[in-house]
Structure formats: structure tokens, C-alpha cells
């Protein structure tokens, strides 16, 4: 009987033995069959990701492309409400432009005058100045002329009476000489001599054509 009893005992634990290893076996193939399912299920999401970020693009690329033609589309709107003159954006600071520019035209316009003035007035004291500068130096030299041929006057006054005197003394001189010659009866015999003048003579340095001249301008003047 204890013998039968060992060799059940023995039966027993060996069938154990032989059910551990088939669990740790069984347990071993499980878990290499989770992680051949880990890798593909990480593959698979890895997939997912790449088409899903993939249409993410695509859908990034449409709505840029649709906001871009919105954008160029409201501003071709814009400009032609520009260019016909109809924007707020530009009807407004136009407004202020030209206000600004009339305020400038209106200085501009005032400050033209003011310069216009001064000007004229300069050109007026300009040529004052030099109408009284002309009359000053017309009275200068009227009266030096004046003064010049006056004093040509005098020595012409002076020189025919001087050229009168000695024409007088010359003719009596001659008339003396008439006589003695009348009254000589050896008269023949002498010779003939040339007659000497003596006294005062003029040695003119003008021209007759200058004196005529010179006192033409005096009578104009004198008139």
C-alpha cells in the first residue's frame, strides 16, 4: 500500500512539473503574440497619423488657396472703390488734403504778394535813387561845360581884344611908314624891309570849326 502511495505521490508531482511547463510555455507564445500585435498596431497608427496629417495638409492648402482668392478678391473691390473715388479709407484723408492743400495755396498766395512788394518797392527805390544820381550828375557836368566854356568865352573875349589892340598899333605903324616913304626922296634907293610884328600876337590851339562849335553849344545852353 505505501508503495502505491509513493508512485501516485510521484505521478502527482510530475504531472505538476509537467503543467507548469506547459503554462510557462503557453505564457512565453502569449506574450510574443502581444508583441507582434504591439508592432502592428503601431504601424497601423503610425499609418493613421501619416494619412490623417496628410489631409490635414491637403485641407491647410485649400483654405489658404480660398482665403487667398477672398483676400485678392476684397482688394481688387477695394481699389476699384478707390479709383472711383467711393472708399471711406481714401475719401476721407483726400478730404484732408485738399484741405490742406487750399491753406497752402492761400499762404502762398499771400506770401506772392508780400514778395511782389517788396520787390517793386525795391525797384522803385532803385530807380530813384538813380534818376536822382543821373540829375546830380547831369547838374555836375552842365556845370562844368558851363564853367569850361564860359572861361573859353572870356579868353576869346580877351584874345580879340588883345588881336584889336594890335591890329590898331599894326595900321597906325603902316600908315606912319606910308607917309615917310611919301615924303622920302631917296625912298627908291632903300631897300625894302619886312615888317617886324611887335607887341602881343595869339597862337590858337583850336580849330575855327571847334570855337564855332563850342559857341553854338553855348548859345543852346543860354536859351
Known sequence: MEAEADSSAEMNGQEEVDSDREDSASQSDSEEESSDMDDLDCERRRNECLDEMCH?????SEVKEKLF???????KAK???VSSGKALEYINPLEDLQKNMKIRIEVAGIYKRFCVDVIRHRFECELQGAKQHLESERILLFDNMQSELLERIQRLEEDRQSIDISSEWWDE??????????????RSEKKKRVPLVSGPYIVYMLRDLDILEDWTAIKKVMI
Open 56 to 60: 490635414l495638409e491637403k485641407q491647410f
Open 69 to 75: 482668392k477672398e483676400r485678392l478678391t476684397q482688394l
Open 79 to 81: 481699389l476699384e472703390e
Open 173 to 186: 605903324e603902316l600908315r606912319s611908314k606910308r607917309s615917310r616913304r611919301k615924303w622920302d626922296p631917296f
